[in-house]
Nanobody, 126 residues
Framework: VQLQASGGGLVQAGGSLRLSCAAS????????MGWFRQAPGKERVFVAA????????YYADSVKGRFSISRDDAKNTVYLQMNSLRPEDTAVYYC????????????????????WGQGTQVTVSS
């Protein structure tokens, strides 16, 4: 599967952005999806994950209550709605995919993912 992330940009603190990740192929519904981010000079870290059917979601503590992950299997797309953005959310955001072992399995380790998008830059100004 090939992934294409989009929707990044420059936003003021307190603002919102919605990232999209479009996947190729006809088996998108078989994949569990995740979002990760990498700030300058730091390692890539987990942000959010969603199960194969969308019934289970999981978030990093740093974004819980502010970010929301969702998916539209008819459009082969996963979304990351980001609200109440902070300067510390500034990073390149990556989407990732892996075959979900079960319909409710989520994955928060980058090592669990087999496919990665190219990343989209999110910059939050103070």
């Amino acid at each position: 599967v090939q992934l294409q992330a989009s929707g990044g940009g420059l936003v003021q603190a307190g603002g919102s952005l919605r990232l999209s990740c479009a996947a190729s192929g006809r088996t998108f519904s078989s994949y569990a999806m995740g979002w990760f981010r990498q700030a300058p000079g730091k390692e890539r870290v987990f942000v959010a994950a969603i199960s194969r059917r969308g019934g289970v979601t999981y978030y990093a503590d740093s974004v819980k209550g502010r970010f929301s992950i969702s998916r539209d299997d008819a459009k082969n797309t996963v979304y990351l709605q980001m609200n109440s953005l902070r300067p510390e959310d500034t990073a390149v955001y990556y989407c990732a995919a892996t075959i979900g072992a079960t319909s409710d399995r989520i994955y928060y380790s980058g090592m669990s993912y087999d496919y990665w998008g190219q990343g989209t830059q999110v910059t939050v100004s103070s």
